[in-house]
């Protein structure tokens, strides 16, 4: 199986470490309508939404950073049908809400 675990619609980098002198965020509102992925018809674990941005400080150290609220998603598909994958991170999970098909 051709493993996608480290692709995403959307990448997040960010440790919580640097001072940009403002609040950093992400958009309150992701729409994601229409995304096609050509990932061969390769049978695989799918494409994360969000990726994960690694040490648990980006939301809680000195110089944090906002979520996005929600994530629209439609029109979803992919060479092999594969479905996207959901977040691994429980923070994303307890505080995104992702709606489909709206």
Do not use: K
Not at 9 to 36: C, E, K, R, S
């Amino acid at each position: 199986m051709n493993n996608l675990s480290g692709v995403s619609i959307v990448a997040t980098n960010n440790n919580g470490q640097w001072d940009f002198l403002l609040p950093v965020t992400m958009p309150h509102t992701i729409t994601i309508d229409g995304f096609y992925v050509m990932d061969g018809g390769i049978e695989n674990s799918g494409i994360q939404l969000v990726t994960n941005p690694g040490i648990g400080t980006a939301l809680t150290g000195p110089f944090p950073y906002a979520l996005t609220e929600t994530i629209f998603i439609r029109n979803y598909s992919s060479t092999s049908e594969t479905p996207w994958r959901h977040f691994t991170n429980n923070i994303f999970i307890d505080n995104i809400n992702v709606v489909e098909q709206w």
